[in-house]
């Protein structure tokens, strides 16, 4: 591999090779070589597929009924995202050894900005993260892809280039000639709506784009526009942060049947409510605000959000403020999608701080949270379990 400018690059992109089907086959031997799909049931969607079925067409966020059309023959494997979240913390780690900036998207993939760190380590970037790669190869069994670059836009196209298992290069002084011919839609965030907006005005390639002064862009696209007149020409200013604020977090699913059945709903509400507090606490904070989402058979979008008292990272009152949240619901089901969230966040040792005057048996069901968390971290997830999981 040769390139000008290989070793004075230093912004960088890894995106793990299809994460969770790679996680679910390095576990599991027997699903090697075979189309692996990670999602719910016929009514969900797909999280990931492996590349043996991507090759059939299956893609992410696909219906689950159109992957299986594509796909008859995969395995679906529901999601494991405890195995998951340990498996990116070991990546983490590795990151962490080469850079301090590491800005972690999600679980699979994260910017780094390696400069200055050649003294440290002896070797250039580049190097760097092609031991990065064996690494997580040798020791974790699971693959990424890098993309190497001057800035976060190009690192991002360019770990896309090559998957799986690729490593490219985009430099300086190739930048304006690499992006001409390209799509447009290669700029992360273009959605459907805002590249429909751009096929409307002749926009389809980073050409097209080239056509239009600044001027002309922002007065047809806003502050969209300027950032196009930036990007078209390989121009971000943004920096690796390693701090980027999480704004929120959540978790939601897609029944299998459409459902007005209160105690499944009640069993949902409960699990999403455990998992978005298991992450809370997993990352120490907390959120402000409690939101619920549902999504009626008819696709209409329903969201009921409440302010607490105190930041919470407790699973009993995420649950119990949702469940509250469902209550006060007017319109009843059948629904096709639960989610539960937290948001406004805040650090852990601002949460949960003081009893509830109303509610004077909180601090015991708090207390009783925090030793079965205590439990299950000696002896697995899954060594305690309220009852209305079970629904």
């Not at 995106?15 to 719910?40: H, M, Q, T, Y």
């Not at 209409?300 to 403020?321: F, N």
Request: hydrophobic content about 40%.
């Amino acid at each position: 591999m040769a390139h000008p400018e290989l070793f004075s690059l230093s912004i960088a992109h890894m995106d793990c090779d299809a994460f969770f089907a790679s996680v679910e086959k390095r576990d599991n031997p027997e699903l090697e070589g075979k189309p692996v799909i990670i999602g719910g049931g016929r009514r969900g969607v797909v999280s990931t597929a492996c590349y043996v079925a991507r090759i059939r067409g299956v893609r992410s966020a696909m219906p689950m009924f159109q992957a299986l059309k594509l796909c008859p023959d995969a395995i679906v494997v529901k999601p494991r995202f405890e195995a998951y979240v340990e498996a990116s913390r070991a990546i983490r780690a590795m990151m962490d050894e080469l850079t301090p900036v590491v800005e972690p998207l999600s679980l699979d993939e994260a910017f780094m900005d390696l400069t200055g760190t050649a003294r440290l380590h002896h070797a250039p970037p580049a190097v760097m993260l092609a031991r990065l790669t064996r690494r997580m190869k040798d020791e974790l069994g699971l693959t990424g892809s890098i993309g190497l670059s001057h800035n976060k836009f190009l690192a991002k196209v360019a770990s896309d280039l090559d998957k799986p298992r690729g490593f490219s290069v985009i430099g300086a002084a190739d930048t304006v000639e690499f992006l001409r011919p390209r799509p447009v839609r290669l700029i992360w965030g273009i959605g459907p709506a805002a590249q429909e907006s751009l096929e409307a005005a002749g926009i389809r390639t980073f050409n097209d784009l080239h056509r239009w002064d600044r001027e002309a862009l922002a007065q047809r696209f806003g502050g969209m526009g300027e950032r196009l007149w930036h990007l078209a020409r390989g121009q971000d200013h943004r920096r690796v942060s390693a701090h980027a604020p999480v704004k929120g977090l959540s978790n939601e699913t897609t029944f299998h049947e459409d459902t007005a059945d209160p105690e499944i709903l009640d069993g949902h509400i409960w699990r999403m409510a455990e998992k978005v507090s298991s992450r809370a606490k997993a990352k120490e904070i907390a959120g402000r605000v409690v939101t619920l989402k549902l999504k009626r058979a008819n696709h209409k979008l329903l969201s009921r959000r409440l302010s607490l008292g105190q930041p919470t990272q407790l699973a009993d009152t995420i649950y119990r403020t949702a469940r509250g949240l469902f209550d006060g619901v007017g319109e009843r089901g059948p629904y096709r999608l639960l989610g539960v969230g937290i948001s406004e966040l805040v650090p852990a040792e601002r949460a949960d701080l003081e009893g509830d005057l109303l509610d004077p048996d909180a601090t015991r069901r708090a207390s009783a949270e925090r030793a079965a968390d205590a439990i299950r971290q000696r002896f697995g997830h899954d060594a305690i379990l309220k009852g209305r999981a079970l629904r």
